[in-house]
């Protein structure tokens, strides 16, 4: 019995009171029936008149009409209707907190298969709303430790707040069951904390789950390896990227828009990695385009081992255990 009761204690509240609830009625119920049993022919019948006496609805098809009946009713009136009354408070009650934990990011995910995104910043303000258009019904998870509520609760993101090197805010995110992460570099630091911080950030991650794929962003050459050796599956080296570009647009003025615009991904045209089929067996680069160019696909390059060969010699042979670069159109 004791076991009974402490199980109880532990239920979600609005759960208990509803079964109290529950009970009451049930007593009042039953009781009505056998008081006056030529007014109340049912159990069931006893039970519909608390309920509709209780939700202040009173359709009157079922009146106690001796002393004692109309005595009960006044009994389950107040206890039934405070009951009741308290019952509706306490589930607004929390439906209200849950919003506020969802708007403020102290609430946990339950999602599965999810993305997540590390930081708040301008990067990957324009990553969540890329990927959204890519792919509108795709869960992602932001965790950022800077902001106060959600800054795109209106979109299909989840906000969690909290240091992202601590395990408490990365399983309130469900990091265990999360499919990718991207960690991008603290805009709030300079550039060598800014990495330090997100390979502890990848270290916290890949110790918590060490299968999923981590993506990460790395500001400074001298970090690479020590992100690398952390346990990162592919670096986003920003300073490479922006010093291409740069140069790039030095030399041939005009050059970072088209680039920029390749980069772009959209739903029609993107880059994207595919397996050769057999018939691009033995098959040079120049005989690669034209068959893939068939199916709607640009090649461009080609992925040997851990090697990307952007271009390359139009008599370079494909093999089959290659990967194929190429805009999809």
Not at 71 to 99: D, H, N, Q, R, W
Not at 108 to 137: C, D
Not at 258 to 277: F, G, M, Q, Y
Not at 294 to 323: A, V
Request: aromatic fraction near 8%.
């Amino acid at each position: 019995m004791r076991g009974f009761f402490d199980r109880f204690r532990q239920m979600n509240i609005i759960l208990r009171l509803f079964l109290i609830i529950s009970i009451v009625f049930i007593a009042f119920g039953v009781s009505i029936h056998f008081i006056e049993p030529e007014n109340f022919p049912t159990i069931f019948d006893g039970i519909w008149w608390v309920v509709v006496t209780t939700a202040t609805v009173g359709y009157g098809d079922y009146v106690p009409e001796t002393v004692i009946g109309r005595s009960v009713g006044i009994v389950m009136i107040l206890i039934g209707a405070s009951l009741v009354t308290f019952y509706m408070v306490t589930v607004a009650t929390s439906i209200f907190k849950t919003l506020d934990a969802l708007h403020e990011g102290s609430a946990a995910y339950k999602g599965k298969e999810h993305m997540i995104i590390v930081g708040w910043n301008e990067r990957s303000k324009n990553t969540i709303q890329h990927l959204h258009f890519i792919n509108p019904t795709l869960h992602i998870v932001l965790i950022d430790d800077s902001l106060t509520e959600n800054p795109l609760a209106d979109r299909n993101v989840y906000f969690v707040k909290g240091n992202t090197t601590k395990d408490e805010t990365l399983k309130r995110a469900n990091i265990e069951k999360a499919g990718t992460v991207l960690i991008t570099a603290d805009q709030n630091m300079n550039e060598h904390e800014a990495d330090m911080q997100s390979i502890l950030t990848l270290l916290a991650i890949k110790g918590l789950n060490p299968m999923i794929y981590c993506l990460v962003e790395i500001l400074t050459h001298e970090q690479v390896n020590n992100a690398r050796r952390a346990g990162a599956d592919e670096l986003i080296e920003t300073y490479l990227v922006s010093s291409y570009i740069m140069v790039t647009s030095i030399h041939s003025h005009g050059l970072s828009t088209p680039i920029l615009s390749l980069l772009n991904l959209t739903k029609e045209r993107r880059l994207a990695l595919v397996t050769p089929t057999e018939e691009f067996r033995d098959k040079t680069f120049s005989r690669g385009v034209e068959l893939l160019l068939k199916e709607g696909f640009l090649l461009i390059g080609i992925k040997k081992r851990e090697e990307f060969l952007i271009y390359p010699s139009p008599s370079i042979t494909i093999d089959m255990n290659d990967e194929l670069l190429v805009i999809v159109h």
